[in-house]
């Protein structure tokens, strides 16, 4: 067999594959792991969207090649409408919008679309793997600020060398954020609308936790601010707002420039999604409310945060995202020793912290989606084991 790419050999090896191997052992010999560590929303795709698909199945028109220049066209008028409606911005669908196979597709493929040998792109740390990874895969050179509960989890623009922003191409940001759930100020978005415009950046905003807030809050939009749509792509999913992650379903808005550089690279990888499936999207975003949700992932939030800070763990409650952040106890153990031993003496499974970056050792994080769990019995039951655990007998600072 021939040697695999180089390049391959520059995403990091799977961090989980340990803790994996012990959840298995554990449930094979009798134990339940509550398994906090992944991310994925565990409630059914709602029932009308369901039938939407089934609707769409049996319309031949959905059987062949979408050969569309940018995606299903009611999909991409219904994602336009919903985002009018979620942020009061106007884009339009045939030049501003790009339908995508998930949000991760997307945003790898656009650091493909723009990135050669020695371009910069800035990025957070900790923060979702793919941006950094493709950033490398296409021979670019990451440059990561730091994303700390000291800095309300935002950059620094000031501190980001000017010599670094001219020869960067892309800004990622991820607002609700993905692993902390911090979220960010509308100010910061115009700091960095400006700051893009002066270096010749585009902004990359990933915000597939764009309906997913707690008490009340509304997570803003870049695009919201003046000028933005000349310096910035905004990247959404179905997967977190519908419940929908294994149906690979998405969009991107913005730019037109961007959004027409990032189709022409998918036109020739790949051939969109199901029609019927981006036609059922459509009625998701037409009909469905995406926060008819938040009250049982707020509730599951609240058991957690609530009962943490019981045993003497506190933690901060997020004001978005599924997931808590927390700074484990001051033992001396990295991330991933914690969460091994987490895993071993409480059989509740977490992700260690720096598995998202060099930034975040020193904490791990809890998701806040788990099968079974109907209103935050299992996470009381989860904070119950972590108590008796012995793991949280220091005092732990936020």
């Not at 759930?181 to 585009?202: M, N």
């Not at 001051?330 to 991933?336: D, H």
Request: with cysteine; aromatic share 12%.
């Amino acid at each position: 067999m021939p040697s695999r790419s180089k390049r391959l050999d520059l995403a990091p090896p799977y961090v989980f594959t340990e803790l994996a191997r012990m959840k298995a052992q554990i449930n094979a010999e009798g134990g339940q792991v509550i398994d906090l560590g992944v991310g994925d929303p565990d409630a059914p795709t709602p029932v009308g969207i369901r039938e939407a698909l089934k609707r769409a199945v049996d319309n031949p028109s959905t059987h062949h090649y979408d050969l569309t220049p940018r995606g299903w066209p009611p999909f991409l008028t219904a994602a336009t409408d919903w985002y009018e409606r979620e942020f009061g911005v106007r884009l339009n669908p045939s030049t501003e919008a790009v339908q995508a196979i998930g949000s991760k597709e997307a945003l790898a493929h656009l650091v493909w679309a723009y990135v050669d040998p020695g371009d910069v792109v800035i990025l957070p740390n900790p923060a979702y793997s793919v941006y950094r990874v493709n950033t490398l895969f296409a021979g670019g050179t990451p440059y990561e600020y730091p994303v700390r509960p000291e800095t309300g989890y935002l950059p620094d623009l000031a501190a980001i060398p000017s010599e670094v922003a001219k020869r960067a191409k892309l800004f990622f940001t991820c607002y609700p954020h993905n692993p902390t759930g911090a979220v960010a100020p509308r100010a910061f978005y115009e700091d960095l609308v400006a700051f893009c415009r002066t270096y010749d950046i585009l902004i990359a905003s990933d915000m597939a936790y764009a309906t997913v807030a707690y008490d009340g809050f509304k997570p803003p939009s870049v695009l919201q601010v003046a000028g933005a749509k000349e310096v910035a792509i905004e990247f959404h999913s179905l997967s977190k707002m519908f419940q929908m992650t294994g149906w690979r379903l998405g969009f991107a808005l913005g730019s037109e420039d961007a959004t027409a550089n990032l189709q022409r690279l998918k036109t020739n990888i790949d051939t969109k999604a199901f029609a019927a499936i981006a036609d059922a999207g459509a009625w998701a975003l037409r009909n469905e409310d995406p926060r008819a949700i938040i009250p049982l992932y707020q509730a599951r939030r609240d058991a957690l945060c609530n009962g943490l800070a019981r045993i003497g763990w506190p933690v901060e409650a997020p004001k978005a995202a599924f997931y808590v952040w927390a700074r484990i106890p001051s033992r001396g153990w990295t991330s991933f020793e914690f969460s091994r031993e987490l895993l071993r003496r409480a059989q509740v499974m977490v992700t260690p912290g720096d598995s998202y970056g060099s930034e975040g050792e020193g904490f791990v994080r809890f998701s806040l989606t788990l099968a079974g769990d109907r209103g935050g019995e299992l996470f009381d039951e989860a904070v119950k084991r972590i108590a008796s655990s012995g793991l949280v007998a220091d005092k732990v600072t936020i």
